[in-house]
C-alpha cells in the first residue's frame, strides 16, 4: 500500500514553488507553503491567487474550487511550520549551501517518517542528502515550469533513496495527475540536460548579433513548432535561474564548453534582468511577472516599416530547380500572385513539376483552401522554359538544384551574365555557405539565402540568410517577399545551419549520447521532451522522421565548420546509418516501423 499524504510542505514561493503549490492543493492536499520573509510570502500568496483567478477566467477552474484551493494552503515564514507535514518539497534558489542548510534544518524540524524532497534542476540530490541524517528519505522530484501546466515529473532517486520512497513519490505523481519519469542523479537528469546547451547556444546567437530575438524565438516555434522559442524560454525560467543552472551543469557535467553560461546572462542578472518575475529579460514585460510582452527599444518596426529600407519591387519571379523544394517554392510564388518563370533541364522535368504543382493546388482545391478560379490563376501566372535565357527580365530569382557548390556555382555564374542589374539572387541551400555562390557572380551584394522548409506551401518559415557582401536593401527585399508570401522570414548570419538546423540537431545529437550511455530509454526520453517541455515530438520520434542519414549529414557539418567538441556526432547515430537503419523511410531507426 502506497503511503498516504494528507499535507505536505512546500518552501520558497517564487517561480516554481508557487506552481508546485497550486498542484498539491487543487488535488485535494493541504499544504504549508513557506518563505523567509512577509513581503516574499506575500508575493508567493500573490501568485497563486494571480495563477487560480487567471484559471476560473478562463473557465479551467470552478470559482467555489478555486475558493476550496485556498482553503488548503496555510501560508507561513519560517521551516517550523512544516513540523508534521508527510513531505516537503523544497524550491528555493538554485545554490547548494543553501539547500544544504535548509535540508538540515527539515530534518531537525520535521517528522523523522517524513519524505524530504528537492526540486532542483541541476545540484546533486546526494550532495543535498548527505545534510541530513536521513539520505534514504531524500529525493528528487522535478517539476516543469509552469507546474500547474506541464505534465512531466522527473523522480531522481540516488544510490541510498529507499525503494519504497521512489514507489511512494511516485504514486504521488500519478495522483497529482502528473506522468513521471524516474532516474539517477545526474546534472540536468533528463529535460534540462538536452535543453540547456540549446538554450545557452541560443542567448550566444543573440549576444553575437547573429539574428534579432525576435528571430531567433520565431525560427524555433515555426521551424519545429515548439510552443515558445528559447529567449522567450529563459525569461520564464528566471535568468538568474537559469544562470546557477548551466554554472552547476558546467562543472558537474563534465566541463562541457556549450554549458559555461554566455557571458551576457552573467550581465543581465546582475543588472537585475531576470526575465518576467522582475519585468524585463530578453523581453520587456508589462509588468513584474506578467506574461504580457510589451515594446521596448528593441522591437523591430512593423512589417511596413521595413519596406520603407530599401525593400525593390518584386512582380516576377525565377525558380529554379525540378526537385521537392523547387516545386513548393513555385507553387508558394504563384498561389502569392507573383509572375514565376519556371526554368528547369528540360521539357519532360518541366512537364513533371507542372503535374506536381497541379496535384497539389487541387488538393487546395478539394480542402477548400482554394478556389478553382484562384487554382486557375496561380496556374497561368506559371511559365514553363527549359533555359536560363527566361530570367532575364524576372525581379528575382530562387535557386533550388541539387545540394553541390560547384553546380550552384556555375548556375549563379550565367544568372550573373542573364539577368538584369537590381534583381536579388536567392539559393535555397541548407548547408552551403552562401557566400561561396554569391561570390561566383559580380554582384554578391544582391546575392541571399532563402531557407525554405519542407513542404514549402505548408512551412510558415523561411530563414533569410544574409552573407558579409550582402546589402541591406537585399536583405530587406527578400524579407518583404517572405511577409508578401504569407511568411515569417528570419534574418540570420552565413553559418552552418541558419538557426535552426544549428540549435536543433546539436540537441537531437545529445539525446542519442544520453541513450548511448543508458542513462534512459528512448521512450522515457521523447515523453520528458514533450510532456516536460512541450516539444510535439521527442528527440527519437523526429529522428526517424526527419532521416539519421540526414541528422548525420547535418551535424557533421556543424563540428566540421565550429569544431565544438560538443557536436561530434554521436557513435550511436554513426553505427546506426552505417547499419542502415535510417529511420522511417527504411522502416528502422531508433524505432522499429515494420508493423506500423
Ligand atoms: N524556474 C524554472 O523554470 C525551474 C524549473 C524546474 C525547477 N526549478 C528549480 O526550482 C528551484 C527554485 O527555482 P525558482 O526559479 O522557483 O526560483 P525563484 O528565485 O523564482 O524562487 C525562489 C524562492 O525561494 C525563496 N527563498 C529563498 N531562501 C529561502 C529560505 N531560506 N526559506 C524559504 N524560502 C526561501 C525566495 O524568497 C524565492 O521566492 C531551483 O532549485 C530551480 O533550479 C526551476
Given at each position: 500500500?502506497?503511503?498516504?499524504?494528507?499535507?505536505?510542505?512546500v518552501?520558497?514561493?517564487?517561480?516554481?514553488?508557487?506552481?508546485?503549490?497550486?498542484?498539491?492543493?487543487?488535488?485535494?492536499?493541504?499544504?504549508?507553503a513557506?518563505?523567509?520573509?512577509?513581503?516574499?510570502?506575500?508575493?508567493?500568496?500573490?501568485?497563486?491567487?494571480?495563477?487560480?483567478?487567471?484559471?476560473?477566467?478562463?473557465?479551467?477552474?470552478?470559482?467555489?474550487?478555486?475558493?476550496?484551493?485556498?482553503?488548503?494552503?496555510?501560508?507561513?515564514?519560517g521551516?517550523d511550520?512544516?513540523?508534521?507535514v508527510?513531505?516537503?518539497?523544497?524550491a528555493?534558489?538554485?545554490?547548494?549551501d543553501?539547500?544544504?542548510r535548509i535540508?538540515?534544518?527539515?530534518?531537525?524540524?520535521?517528522?523523522p517518517?517524513?519524505?524530504?524532497?528537492?526540486n532542483t534542476?541541476s545540484?546533486?540530490?546526494t550532495?543535498?542528502?548527505?545534510?541530513?541524517?536521513?539520505?534514504?528519505?531524500?529525493?528528487?522530484?522535478?517539476?516543469?515550469?509552469?507546474?500547474?501546466?506541464?505534465?512531466l515529473?522527473?523522480?531522481?532517486?540516488?544510490?541510498?533513496?529507499?525503494?519504497?520512497?521512489?514507489a511512494?513519490?511516485?504514486a504521488l505523481?500519478a495522483?497529482?495527475?502528473?506522468?513521471d519519469?524516474t532516474?539517477?542523479?545526474?546534472?540536468?537528469?533528463?529535460?534540462?540536460?538536452l535543453?540547456?546547451?540549446?538554450?545557452?547556444?541560443?542567448?550566444?546567437?543573440?549576444?553575437?548579433?547573429?539574428?534579432?530575438?525576435?528571430?531567433?524565438?520565431?525560427?524555433m516555434?515555426l521551424?519545429?513548432?515548439?510552443?515558445?522559442?528559447?529567449?522567450?524560454?529563459m525569461?520564464?525560467?528566471?535568468?538568474d535561474?537559469?544562470?546557477?543552472?548551466l554554472?552547476?551543469?558546467?562543472?558537474?557535467?563534465g566541463?562541457?564548453r556549450?554549458?559555461?553560461?554566455?557571458?551576457?546572462?552573467?550581465?543581465?542578472?546582475?543588472?537585475?534582468?531576470?526575465?518576467r518575475?522582475s519585468?524585463?529579460?530578453?523581453?520587456?514585460y508589462?509588468?513584474?511577472?506578467?506574461?504580457v510582452?510589451?515594446?521596448?527599444?528593441?522591437?523591430?518596426?512593423?512589417?511596413?516599416?521595413?519596406?520603407a529600407?530599401?525593400?525593390r519591387?518584386?512582380?516576377k519571379?525565377?525558380?529554379?530547380g525540378?526537385?521537392?523544394?523547387?516545386?513548393g517554392?513555385?507553387?508558394?510564388?504563384?498561389?502569392?500572385?507573383?509572375?514565376?518563370?519556371?526554368?528547369?533541364?528540360?521539357?519532360e522535368?518541366?512537364a513533371?513539376?507542372c503535374?506536381?504543382?497541379?496535384?497539389?493546388?487541387?488538393?487546395g482545391?478539394?480542402?477548400?483552401?482554394?478556389t478553382?478560379?484562384?487554382?486557375?490563376?496561380?496556374?497561368?501566372?506559371?511559365?514553363?522554359s527549359?533555359?536560363?535565357?527566361?530570367l532575364?527580365?524576372?525581379?528575382?530569382?530562387?535557386?533550388?538544384?541539387?545540394?553541390?557548390?560547384?553546380?550552384?556555382?556555375?548556375?549563379?555564374?550565367?544568372l550573373?551574365?542573364?539577368?538584369?542589374?537590381?534583381v536579388?539572387?536567392?539559393?535555397?541551400?541548407?548547408?552551403?555557405?552562401?557566400?561561396?555562390?554569391?561570390?561566383?557572380?559580380?554582384?554578391p551584394a544582391?546575392?541571399?539565402g532563402?531557407?525554405?522548409?519542407?513542404p514549402?506551401?505548408?512551412m510558415?518559415l523561411?530563414?533569410?540568410?544574409?552573407?558579409?557582401r550582402?546589402?541591406?536593401?537585399?536583405?530587406?527585399?527578400?524579407?518583404a517577399?517572405?511577409a508578401?508570401?504569407?511568411?515569417?522570414?528570419?534574418?540570420?548570419?552565413?553559418?552552418?545551419?541558419?538557426?535552426?538546423n544549428a540549435?536543433?540537431?546539436?540537441?537531437?545529437?545529445?539525446?542519442?549520447?544520453?541513450l548511448?550511455a543508458?542513462?534512459?530509454?528512448?521512450?522515457?526520453?521523447d515523453?520528458?521532451?514533450?510532456?516536460?517541455?512541450?516539444?510535439?515530438?521527442?528527440?527519437?520520434?523526429?529522428?526517424d522522421?526527419?532521416?539519421?542519414?540526414?541528422?548525420?549529414?547535418?551535424?557533421?557539418?556543424?563540428y566540421?565548420?565550429?569544431?565544438?567538441?560538443?557536436?561530434?556526432?554521436?557513435?550511436?547515430?554513426e553505427?546506426?546509418?552505417?547499419?542502415?537503419?535510417l529511420g522511417r523511410?527504411?522502416?528502422r531507426g531508433?524505432?522499429?516501423?515494420?508493423?506500423r
Open positions: 500500500m502506497a503511503r498516504e499524504f494528507s499535507t505536505v510542505g518552501v520558497g514561493l517564487g517561480t516554481m514553488g508557487a506552481g508546485i503549490v497550486e498542484v498539491f492543493a487543487r488535488n485535494g492536499i493541504d499544504v504549508v513557506v518563505e523567509i520573509s512577509e513581503p516574499a510570502l506575500e508575493r508567493g500568496r500573490a501568485t497563486l491567487s494571480g495563477s487560480t483567478d487567471r484559471a476560473v477566467a478562463k473557465g479551467k477552474l470552478a470559482a467555489a474550487d478555486r475558493d476550496a484551493l485556498h482553503e488548503r494552503v496555510h501560508f507561513a515564514v521551516l511550520a512544516l513540523h508534521s508527510d513531505l516537503v518539497i523544497e528555493v534558489p538554485e545554490h547548494l543553501l539547500k544544504q535540508f538540515a534544518e527539515l530534518d531537525r524540524v520535521c517528522r517518517e517524513a519524505i524530504l524532497a528537492t534542476s545540484l546533486s540530490v550532495e543535498i542528502s548527505v545534510a541530513t541524517t536521513r539520505p534514504n528519505q531524500v529525493i528528487g522530484i522535478h517539476f516543469f515550469n509552469p507546474a500547474p501546466v506541464m505534465k515529473v522527473e523522480v531522481v532517486r540516488t544510490v541510498v533513496t529507499a525503494p519504497e520512497v521512489v511512494d513519490v511516485e505523481c495522483r497529482l495527475g502528473k506522468v519519469v532516474i539517477n542523479d545526474r546534472a540536468g537528469f533528463i529535460a534540462n540536460a535543453l540547456f546547451g540549446y538554450l545557452n547556444h541560443a542567448v550566444g546567437m543573440f549576444e553575437s548579433h547573429y539574428a534579432t530575438r525576435e528571430d531567433i524565438d520565431a525560427a516555434k521551424g519545429c513548432g515548439l510552443p515558445m522559442g528559447p529567449l522567450a524560454l525569461d520564464l525560467i528566471g535568468l535561474t537559469a544562470y546557477e543552472i554554472d552547476t551543469m558546467y562543472r558537474r557535467g566541463r562541457d556549450r554549458h559555461a553560461p554566455v557571458p551576457l546572462l552573467k550581465q543581465m542578472v546582475t543588472a537585475g534582468l531576470l526575465g518575475k519585468g524585463r529579460g530578453f523581453y520587456t508589462e509588468r513584474p511577472g506578467s506574461p510582452v510589451v515594446p521596448d527599444e528593441a522591437t523591430p518596426p512593423a512589417a511596413e516599416a521595413a519596406l529600407d530599401g525593400a519591387a518584386i512582380a519571379v525565377g525558380v529554379v525540378s526537385g521537392t523544394m523547387a516545386t517554392i513555385i507553387e508558394v510564388f504563384a498561389k502569392a500572385g507573383y509572375e514565376v518563370v519556371s526554368v528547369t533541364r528540360g521539357a522535368k518541366s513533371k513539376v503535374e506536381a504543382v497541379k496535384t497539389s493546388l487541387n488538393k482545391v478539394v480542402r477548400g483552401k482554394l478553382e478560379a484562384d487554382r486557375d490563376a496561380a496556374l497561368g501566372r506559371i511559365s514553363w527549359a533555359t536560363l535565357d527566361h532575364a527580365d524576372v525581379d528575382l530569382v530562387v535557386e533550388a538544384v541539387v545540394e553541390e557548390l560547384s553546380v550552384k556555382k556555375a548556375l549563379f555564374a550565367s550573373d551574365e542573364i539577368c538584369k542589374p537590381g536579388v539572387l536567392a539559393t535555397t541551400t541548407s548547408s552551403l555557405p552562401v557566400i561561396d555562390v554569391a561570390m561566383a557572380t559580380q554582384r544582391d546575392v541571399v532563402l531557407h525554405f522548409f519542407n514549402a506551401p505548408v510558415p523561411v530563414e533569410v540568410v544574409r552573407t558579409i550582402t546589402s541591406p536593401e537585399a536583405t530587406a527585399t527578400a524579407r517577399v517572405c508578401a508570401l504569407g511568411k515569417t522570414g528570419v534574418v540570420c548570419g552565413d553559418r552552418s545551419g541558419f538557426i535552426v540549435l536543433l540537431f546539436p540537441y537531437l545529437n545529445d539525446a542519442v549520447r544520453m548511448e543508458s542513462y534512459s530509454t528512448a521512450d522515457d526520453i515523453h520528458a521532451m514533450k510532456l516536460g517541455c512541450g516539444y510535439p515530438m521527442g528527440p527519437f520520434e523526429l529522428l522522421v526527419v532521416g539519421l542519414d540526414v541528422s548525420l549529414a547535418i551535424q557533421r557539418e556543424l566540421l565548420e565550429l569544431r565544438e567538441p560538443g557536436f561530434a556526432p554521436a557513435p550511436l547515430l553505427h546506426l546509418v552505417t547499419a542502415g537503419y523511410k527504411t522502416r531508433f524505432r522499429d516501423h515494420s508493423h
